[in-house]
């Protein structure tokens, strides 16, 4: 085959249409704003007459470098019409193209332009993510019902947009320790986070409640700390249901979900819990602990007092953990956790005080960070950083870390001004496993309550830093704990559409966003979720103004 030059071609047969059609008539179509539903709202829209009719002769064009961009377009658009790509050839005397090219001159790395006109379309990146991202610009200008089936004469709306993300961190987190959730799920919460525009799935790996990776040096980690014996009934610590609940994810599974992400330009982030939140570890090997087993899988919420004890076995066996699941994830980032270790075992353990003498400590917050900092050079020398939940700032902050700041927004202001990287991740507005409506009326969630709206009013870069401290405020991440999410429908029921809110929250200008207009468009956006048979809340399309919006917390960050 034929290069020309460096692109190929990809002819798509759409829906069936007269060849001698005259696409002039196109040219005068008039739009409204209706015709624009775009979420995450772009930087810059300027929307213009006419419409670009897809038809037996459109074709793609994109430079070897965006063929995995032009196979997605592909699929979207063989899907939306009907027919499927019948050849690659060398570009031919066509006109009615659509061209997929790298363009150096767009300053943001994640940045895009699209142009939409009545004979041309062009979608142009800094490099292929910012390309797809611009595809998935284009997918929300087709109707929804496009999404899975045919749509007769088949047109997208004429606009050039110029559009770059507010942050460069744009994460949803899922919890699979309480409850874990089969592979094809995953990849459906995957292409939800893709579709958003955002870039980050923090994968939490490990609980008291259960250990989900398979660690191959290590196996009783999976077979004795994957399973638990019963969960606790509803929020009744007294009643547990007997029944066995177990399973995980082996390295395969692994490899195959973080290859998928990779082909949606997401970064998986992986959480390996310490020192707390440990038990699942601990009853596979209680000899990491400080001596106060036996050790079982825990089968209740809560945070429990049992943590790994600081002593060099611990590291070793953690060291060998986090080698297996470097080779695992490619990502510059490994969550550590670092949230919610009670620090009693460590005051009343002979070993965790010869510790704190001997390395010089004040007391037992020094000797979680003097932990925390023995796993970060482990990362830091084999080219990883470490993220952890604020509580790492306790006691000194390693070096090198980035903070997620979950109780509040003070951890993550402390950090900015230490000069350290932090992604906001509040329980008061990001934590999507509160209530979104009157608890009277919904299902069991953990509590709290956060509305759509309280959400969409989140800004992540809080006033009180200075411009330049400022730039450490990495994004934002909406967080999805699972203690009562024992199905995927219900993730997605609690997810939507509070993740919609937050895509835009990180990634339009602050001054753009509106309220009124995203509620507009989410209506539209509603109906791609149904057509993607996505399970999700409609309290905002029948938004009651007086619902009292509370910012009770009653759950941590890995409770």
Known sequence: MKKFLGFLFLTIALTSCDNSKSYEQYKIIENSDINYPIIPLPAKMEMANGRFLIDENTRIYAAASLQSEADFLAEILSTASGASISNITEEDSATHGIYLKIDANIQNEEGYKLDVAYDKIEIS??????????????????????????????????????????????????????????????????????????????????????????????????????VRKGTMVEKNWDENDGEEYGGFYTQEEVKEIVAYAQSKHIVVIPEIEMPGHALAALAAYPELGNDTGPYEVATKWGVFNQIYAPKEETFKFLEDVLTEVMELFPSKYIHIGGDEAPKKEWKESAQAQEVIKREGLKDEHELQSYFIQRIEKFLNKNGRQIIGWDEILEGGLAPNATVMSWRGMDGGI??????????????????????????????????????????????????????????????????????????????????????????????????????????????????????????????????????????????????
């Open 414 to 559: 402390d950090a900015a001004k230490q000069g350290h990287d932090v992604i906001m991740t509040p329980g008061s507005h990001l934590y999507l496993d509160h209530y979104q409506a009157d608890p009277e009326t919904e299902p069991l969630a953990i509590g709290g309550l956060t509305t759509v709206k309280k959400t969409y009013s989140f800004e992540p870069t809080p006033e009180e830093l200075s411009e330049e401290e400022a730039k450490h405020i990495l994004g934002a991440q909406g967080n999805v704990w699972t203690e009562y999410m024992k199905t995927s429908d219900y993730v997605e029921y609690m997810v939507l559409p509070r993740m919609s809110a937050l895509a835009e929250v990180v990634w339009t200008p602050r001054e753009k966003r509106d309220w009124a207009d995203f509620k507009s468009r989410l209506k539209k956006l509603s109906e791609r979720y149904d057509t993607l048979d996505y399970n999700y809340a409609k309290h905002v399309f029948e938004e009651d103004e007086t619902l009292v919006e509370k910012d009770t917390i009653t759950s941590g960050a890995g409770e």
């Open 125 to 226: 990146g800094k490099n292929p993510k910012g390309v797809f991202y611009g595809i998935q610009s284009l997918r929300m200008l087709m109707p929804p019902k496009s999404e899975n089936e045919a749509v007769a004469d088949l047109s997208i709306p004429a606009v050039v947009i110029e559009d770059a993300p507010r942050y460069p961190y744009r994460g949803m987190h899922l919890d699979v320790g309480r409850h874990m959730f089969p592979v094809e799920f995953i990849k459906k919460y995957i292409n939800l986070i893709a579709l958003h525009k955002m870039n980050r799935f923090h994968w939490h790996l490990t609980e008291d409640q259960g250990w989900r990776i398979e660690i191959k040096k290590y196996p009783k980690l999976t077979e004795v700390g994957s």
